[in-house]
């Protein structure tokens, strides 16, 4: 439990130490959102990669689809036993 509330207190401060500086004109945050600008910016980049891995996702599961109708499994014949010869 204190392990959390550490975690908790450390949070606070640090949202706290940054809207001072937002509010003081040391981060920037130009929509006044509470939001600094460095932050929208990294996001918006984030959403572009996600868009980009997506399709690709997407083009690679086509793929993998039509490899799967192409490839049939069979099961394997059942081995026929040995013929025994008398060894003389």
């Known amino acids: 439990m204190s392990t959390f509330a550490i ?3 450390v949070l606070a401060v640090a949202g706290g130490i940054t809207y001072f ?3 003081k ?3 920037q945050d130009a929509n006044n959102n509470n939001i600094p ?3 929208e910016e990294k996001v918006e980049e984030v959403k572009e990669v ?3 891995t997506t399709a690709k996702a997407k083009k690679v599961a086509a793929v993998v689809e039509k490899v799967a109708k192409e490839v ?3 099961t394997p014949a059942p081995k026929k ?3 025994k010869k008398a060894a003389k």
């Open 7 to 9: 975690v908790v207190v």
């Open 50 to 52: 996600v868009k980009k």
């Open 37 to 39: 600008d460095a932050v």
């Open 21 to 23: 500086l937002m509010k």
């Open 81 to 83: 036993a040995a013929s």
């Open 25 to 27: 004109g040391k981060i």
């Open 72 to 74: 049939k499994v069979k």
